[in-house]
Nanobody, 121 residues
Framework: QVQLVESGGGLVQSGGSLRLSCAAS????????MGWYRQNPGKQRELVAT???????NYADSVKGRFTISRDNAKNTVSLQMNSLKPEDTAVYYC???????????????WGQGTQVTVSS
């Protein structure tokens, strides 16, 4: 199995910054992509940002220019630098990894436990 451990959430004022980090461990042969999603009560989980092993990134339109995702392939970690935070960024943020756990070319999604980000106005 694969475990994802997140850190870095918290409470910040509007316009402030936070940095989220996530470390993957366990039966990892290869990680295809890593990313961050967020969810509020009663709403669907939504993509925030992802990065594939080659370094190509993808961002939700709502965070472009404010958030930056980075990945350390050697350490199996992913981080999300969040600047110019807005109250609408408030959510539980989940780390995701799309992982191949053996020589079999099968990829599975794994999720962290979630970390709360609250932005006050």
């Amino acid at each position: 199995q694969v475990q994802l451990v997140e850190s870095g959430g918290g409470l910040v004022q509007s316009g402030g910054s936070l940095r989220l980090s996530c470390a993957a461990s366990g039966s990892i042969y290869r990680i295809n992509s890593m990313g961050w999603y967020r969810q509020n009560p009663g709403k669907q989980r939504e993509l925030v940002a992802t990065v594939i092993s080659g370094g190509i990134t993808n961002y939700a339109d709502s965070v472009k220019g404010r958030f930056t995702i980075s990945r350390d392939n050697a350490k199996n970690t992913v981080s999300l630098q969040m600047n110019s935070l807005k109250p609408e960024d408030t959510a539980v943020y989940y780390c995701n990894a799309n992982v191949q756990t053996s020589l079999l070319p099968t990829l599975n999604d794994y999720w962290g436990q979630g970390t709360q980000v609250t932005v006050s106005s």
